[in-house]
């Protein structure tokens, strides 16, 4: 039994232990704020990596998916509509 206890409080048991639970702290949701910033740092190619890394560690990837996609849908009717208006002024 002393064993058992002795493995599991072996420095690599910790190391482990306090991964995961440092992991778990930087898991929390980002705001809607953080996320559009990093929609729109993304899209202009100016994303740190600093900050890309904790995109992909803050834990579903479907904030950022549902917000790519609805920027880009936004991107692409404000192109239209400028060059409707463009056309148009001809």
């Known amino acids: 039994m002393a064993e058992n206890r002795q493995s599991n409080d072996t420095p690599a048991h910790q190391q482990r232990q306090e991964?995961?639970?440092?992991?778990?702290?930087?898991?929390?949701?980002p705001g809607l704020l953080k996320i559009?910033?990093?929609?729109?740092?993304?899209?202009?190619?100016?994303?740190?990596?600093?900050?890309?890394?904790?995109?992909?560690?803050?834990?579903s990837p479907w904030?950022?998916?549902?917000?790519?996609?609805?920027f880009t849908a936004g991107f692409v009717v404000t192109l239209i509509l400028i060059v409707n208006w463009v056309l148009a002024g001809q």
Not at 19 to 29: E, P, T
Not at 39 to 59: N, P, T
């Open 36 to 59: 559009m910033q990093s929609i729109l740092a993304g899209a202009l190619g100016v994303q740190s990596s600093h900050r890309h890394r904790e995109d992909f560690e803050s834990g």
């Open 19 to 29: 991964k995961s639970d440092g992991s778990a702290r930087q898991r929390r949701r």
């Open 63 to 70: 904030p950022y998916i549902i917000g790519g996609i609805l």
